[in-house]
């Protein structure tokens, strides 16, 4: 069979891509480990305020886990429990987060920290702050008239 050189070299191209892409995938997910977020946790909404940890939303120093530090947040219209919390430098802190009536956002802006709260639903992302400094919380999910004026504050100290 006769195969034009433009065609052959597109194929080659092809499937070297292809394979490119497979191999950055495959080591990604089980080299490195990455995987999607889970959302199997499930939580009643209704009873958030009586579900551990919800109950004490706050930061809380925990043993014998992989993480030192785990950060509770309730978010609901239009503001996040606890409104400002301070974290220590350094420290491997577990953020935990769930809401108890609509779809909110959970953003800490300047870092990669961005996750969706949905209701029924808990949301986790472990992630260590090495540097100091306030770090402002907002929603970036519309979810009613008060949607822009809702934030929280985590304040990084030593
Ligand atoms: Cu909560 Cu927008």
Redesign the pocket.
């Known amino acids: 069979m006769h195969m034009h050189k433009f065609e052959k070299v597109w194929l080659i191209f092809g499937i070297g891509a292809l394979l490119v892409f497979l191999t950055v995938l495959g080591v990604s997910a089980f080299y490195l480990g990455n995987q999607p977020p889970s959302c199997l946790a499930t939580i009643d909404p209704e009873k958030v305020d009586t579900t551990a940890p919800f109950n004490e939303p706050g930061l809380k120093k925990v043993e014998g886990k992989e993480w030192d530090y785990e950060l509770v947040f309730v978010?609901q219209?239009?503001a996040y429990t606890p409104g400002d919390v301070q974290v220590p430098l350094g420290a491997k802190v577990k953020i935990i987060a769930t809401t108890k009536d609509v779809i909110?956002?959970f953003e800490v802006a300047g870092t990669n920290i961005n996750m969706m709260v949905e209701p029924g639903y808990i949301s986790e992302h472990i992630t260590t702050f090495d540097k100091t400094g306030e770090y402002l919380i907002l929603?970036?999910?519309?979810?009613?008239t008060g949607?822009h004026m809702?934030t929280s504050k985590i304040e990084v100290v030593e």
């Open positions: 978010a219209a239009f909110h956002g929603c970036n999910e519309y979810c009613g949607h809702m």
